[in-house]
T-cell receptor, first 116, second 118 residues
Framework: KAGVTQTPRYLIKTRGQQVTLSCSPI?????VSWYQQTPGQGLQFLFE???????NKGNFPGRFSGRQFSNSRSEMNVSTLELGDSALYLC???????????????FGQGTRLTVV | AQKITQTQPGMFVQEKEAVTLDCTYD???????LFWYKQPSSGEMIFLIY??????QNATEGRYSLNFQKARKSANLVISASQLGDSAMYFC???????????????FGKGTKLSVKP
């Protein structure tokens, strides 16, 4: 069973540009969450998608957006990049839904974004 | 608000010995889940073990066990028989209760860097 796949693995962008990151969850998983990891702030939740709908959102500016497709693959977009957006972006996939306390959250290898 | 505290920024352990990584949490909810992840230098977050707040037994997965003390709000990870490949960052995380169909996001501690010495 394939794991969570994130592309690309590494990315260098210039301040002011926009970027799109992709995440393919584990087959059969319908929930995809995104996290940002920086040395200063640690791991912070960005947003969660389930069945093409955003279910939950962290405290990030509107420059950060995402979407999910019918095959559960998800993309996140960051517009007008700032130096502080340099981070490891991690995607996690889970199978469950609703108010069940889900016991799993499998992560991909992440996309390391550098803004210069 | 929910919070995870890992007080050990770095730990050293001799190969083949056991090590305990500390994690305390703060929540007012009765239902929650606790996770431990390993992050090697490659960046991938590797799921190690899960403990539900209503689970009566401490979780175990191979060389990993979770010492869950609910009254003290602690969920320490115990790694037995450490191996050189265990050198990595270790994160404790808690899943918030979810509403409106959301899974509930994970809240992470700052992590502990474990170094295994040969």
């Amino acid at each position: 069973k394939a794991g969570v796949t994130q592309t690309p693995r590494y990315l260098i962008k210039t301040r002011g540009q926009q970027v799109t990151l992709s995440c393919s969850p584990i087959s059969g998983h319908r929930s995809v969450s995104w996290y940002q990891q920086t040395p200063g702030q640690g791991l912070q939740f960005l947003f969660e998608y389930f069945s093409e709908t955003q279910r939950n959102k962290g405290n990030f500016p509107g420059r950060f957006s995402g979407r999910q497709f019918s095959n559960s693959r998800s993309e996140m977009n960051v517009s007008t990049l700032e130096l502080g957006d340099s981070a490891l972006y991690l995607c996690a996939s889970s199978s469950g839904t609703g108010r069940v306390m889900n016991t799993e959250a499998f992560f991909g290898q992440g996309t390391r974004l550098t803004v210069v | 608000a929910q919070k995870i505290t890992q007080t050990q920024p770095g730990m050293f352990v001799q190969e083949k010995e056991a090590v305990t990584l500390d994690c305390t949490y703060d929540t007012s909810d009765q239902s929650y889940g606790l996770f431990w992840y390993k992050q090697p230098s490659s960046g991938e977050m590797i799921f190690l073990i899960y403990q539900g707040s209503y689970d009566e037994q401490n979780a175990t997965e191979g060389r990993y066990s979770l010492n869950f003390q609910k009254a003290r709000k602690s969920a320490n990870l115990v790694i037995s028989a450490s191996q050189l490949g265990d050198s990595a960052m270790y994160f404790c995380a808690m899943r918030e209760p979810s509403w409106g169909g959301s899974q509930g996001n994970l809240i992470f501690g700052k992590g502990t860097k474990l170094s295994v010495k040969p």
